[in-house]
């Protein structure tokens, strides 16, 4: 595996359907689904007028119409560029990310902000950026195997934009986290959000070439076979990584989403259910200390226990009140929620960022948010499934990964707001305000529809 030599394989599998051997009907039937999700977008934008300030404003109206411009276009570079690449990715990232303008748009509007101070004009803006890094993505990435080339250097840009926000006079404290880099007053970025990808290509490329030496070798104990002590190496460096992030950026949820894709994406290359027990062990007892040792980790946990203590509740800054008061929200919401301009999402503390899911759950309702889970869970299902059906170790490794990214970072976020796990400050992909979080997501949507079209129209070419 570490020789990284080029072989032959048979060709596709037998099992595909009629449609995924034909690359128009897939092209078509995406284009069909962007229509839909374009028209639900604008419909929402409507409802968010009608039901907030009673009159229709146009503006609003033709951004979110540029926007639909916009995705048409990725979808033209497709049917160009990668016309054997799954038809469902685009539509259901077009459908969350509109629905997440709406939402931001109709705090705006109960807040009174318009213009560029707008949350939800800045969204749109950002959107549009990272719908054209997609584009270019795609057009520019013929082949997702030459990511394997450059893999160090993908893990030297990962360390450098994750030590860029401790940089004196560019990095940014908000929210007692300290992940940002300002740019002037015009921009701040949180550059940790492309850093996650960066780290994905390098753990990819780093386990295609490592791979039998943290697999082959070991002692077994109590029926599962663990590593040898000088083979823990990696773990160690990726636990103390996750570590310093969570001590000198502050930031819980960001250190557990980066350890976890190392250990998902290490057990996926080696098979070793002992990667994933040593990795929890670490990690929980790192969390332990922190808890121990750190007041704002301690502030996080005494939250999540008792929420409703009223000497918790009142305490400034790192009581409970965002988290009583985006339960009570959603409880608001009820089955059916109160309807889209109907609610009182902006009483909540960073309604429009970290608590954007309870927002949307108090005015779209439980069987709103069944809605947002369902895009989520086809979301993730589509990059595991073209993680399965790669030919070569390198893909199936990264799309694994980058989907593992998405479904871990919305458990962290949907467990933290309804109370099932302590809350971290990570947001929810696609539908929270914040332009980085938008380019990283959007740049994975660009890596699946490269990552899918490569191994449908390329299957017998394989690295191992």
């Not at 109960?110 to 890094?133: D, E, H, K, Y």
Request: aromatic letters at 10%; proline letters at 4%.
């Amino acid at each position: 595996m570490a020789k990284s030599n080029v072989s032959e394989v048979d060709a596709a599998p037998s099992s595909r359907s009629s449609s995924d051997k034909n690359p128009r009907k897939l092209r078509n039937l995406e284009l069909i689904l962007i229509l839909f999700a374009c028209a639900i977008n604008a419909a929402a934008i409507v409802l968010v007028q009608w039901g907030a300030v009673g009159t229709l404003d146009g503006q609003t109206v033709l951004l979110i119409g540029g926007l639909s411009v916009l995705v048409l276009c990725l979808h033209v570079a497709v049917r160009f560029f990668a016309r054997d690449a799954d038809p469902l990715i685009i539509p259901v990232a077009a459908l969350l990310n509109g629905i997440g303008i709406a939402e931001i748009y109709r705090i705006d509007l109960a807040v009174g902000l318009t213009g560029w101070q707008a949350t939800s004009t800045r969204q749109i803006a950002w959107t549009g950026m990272a719908i054209i890094s997609a584009i270019i993505i795609i057009v520019v990435i013929r082949n997702h195997r030459v990511l394997l080339r450059y893999t160090y250097i993908f893990g030297l840009v990962a360390v450098v934009l994750l030590l860029l926000p401790l940089v004196p006079g560019l990095g940014d404290i908000k929210g007692g986290a300290q992940v940002w880099i300002s740019l002037g007053d015009f921009m701040s970025f949180q550059p940790g959000e492309i850093a996650k990808i960066a780290l994905a290509i390098f753990f990819a490329g780093y386990l295609v070439r490592n791979r039998d030496s943290l697999s082959m070798v070991g002692k077994r104990f109590l029926g599962m076979s663990f590593p040898r002590v000088r083979d823990l190496g990696p773990i160690l460096v990726f636990w103390l990584l996750a570590m310093s992030v969570l001590v000198f950026q502050r930031d819980l949820g960001t250190s557990l989403l980066y350890f976890g894709l190392f250990l998902v994406m290490i057990y996926v290359a080696t098979g070793r259910a002992s990667w994933i027990l040593i990795g929890l062990g670490l990690f929980g007892a790192g969390a332990l200390l922190a808890g121990q040792q750190l007041e704002y980790v301690a502030n996080r946990f005494q939250n999540w226990l008792n929420p409703f203590d009223q000497a918790v509740y009142d305490q400034y800054p790192g009581g409970s009140l965002q988290l009583v008061q985006g339960l009570f929200g959603m409880a608001n919401g009820g089955m059916t929620g109160t309807g889209l301009g109907q609610g009182r999402p902006e009483i909540t503390p960073l309604s429009q960022s970290d608590y954007i899911v309870p927002s949307i759950g108090e005015e779209l309702g439980l069987a709103g948010m069944f809605v947002l889970f369902a895009l989520y869970l086809i979301l993730i299902g589509r990059g595991l499934r073209i993680g399965f059906a790669g030919r070569d170790d390198f893909g199936k490794l990264l799309a694994t990964g980058l989907a593992f990214v998405i479904a871990l970072q919305i458990f962290i976020v949907i467990g933290g707001v309804t109370r099932v796990i302590p809350l971290t400050g990570l947001t929810a992909p696609f539908l929270a305000a914040g332009g980085s979080s938008l380019l990283s997501n959007w740049i994975i949507v660009a890596l699946f529809i490269r990552l899918s079209d490569t191994i449908r129209n390329q299957p017998k070419l394989v690295i191992e």
